[in-house]
């Protein structure tokens, strides 16, 4: 049983004299094994905003082929999951998820380096009556026993009637197919407790309820909705529930996309220090210490 904790990209200009070196700031290409240095785990967000041509794919299998025990955990691209699932079109959904597993998440596989594939769903995807089916069509679609597939919910209308954990029906799907139910902390998410297969995946978004609100297109570039830091006490409460996933599931892995001044690197350090996860450490200095729920 493992636990991988890891940040959302590593590619960020403005870690350079926080995370990355000044020497770095020129030099974007070194940048992975910096990061590779500090942790075993990364999730590619790029591949949401376009799916990766086989050069892309070669480039990261080059970085971490000499890497013991390297993961890299995918987003699957907005093409299935921001426009097909929301335009319901389930068969070019279906199309374009299998076209990113043939290309992206099979060579990754088969060198070893494949972490967990994630759909995160639209905030505007509901649960009405063809939405479960037209997911299910997508999963059922992809190699979902073969690979650690997990999906994040978004939309209210996908929980149950306490407001706690995802509706039953949605989790038996997920059940039934081996795929995760994505465990979240961020503005206005459920944070859930229940496990769906023997694998864990759990992602901090941060905490800016009111710039995440502003507008719902996905955009991870939008640094504002990113740049919140955690305090200890606010990840207090989820070292047991991690401790108590790892007992279910094979591996956990657990992913700070609140990466905006490489506040995500020094969240992802001090959640491995609660959970006593050996690791090499390096001082963040951060400008803005203060997180917007101190004003």
Known sequence: MTILVGCSGWSYDDWVGKFYPMELAKKKGDWFSYYAQFFNTVEINSTFYRP?????????????????GFEYSLKV???VTHKALVEGDPDKAIFWA????????????????????????SPYFKNDS???????????????????????????????????????????ALRERNVANVLIDGPGHHVGTEQTTDHAYIRFHGRNYDIWYKGEEEDDHWLNRYDYLYRKEQLDSWVPRIKEAELKAAKVRVYFNNHARSK???????????LSIEHKYKEIQLQDQFTLGEF
């Open 98 to 121: 299998t076209s990113f597993e043939k290309t992206c998440v099979k060579p990754l596989a088969e060198d070893g380096l494949l972490g967990g594939v994630l759909l995160q769903l």
């Open 77 to 79: 691209p907005q093409l």
């Open 264 to 274: 995500s690197v020094r969240n992802a350090f001090l959640l491995m220090d609660m």
């Open 130 to 172: 063809s939405a479960l089916a037209a997911l299910k069509g997508v999963l059922d679609a992809v190699s979902h026993k073969e690979y650690n597939y997990a999906v994040e919910f978004r939309h209210r209308s996908w929980l149950d009637d306490r407001r706690k954990e995802i509706n039953p029906a949605a989790l038996e």
């Open 52 to 68: 990766p041509g086989e050069l892309q794919v070669q480039s990261w299998i080059k970085k971490a082929k000499d890497l013991m």
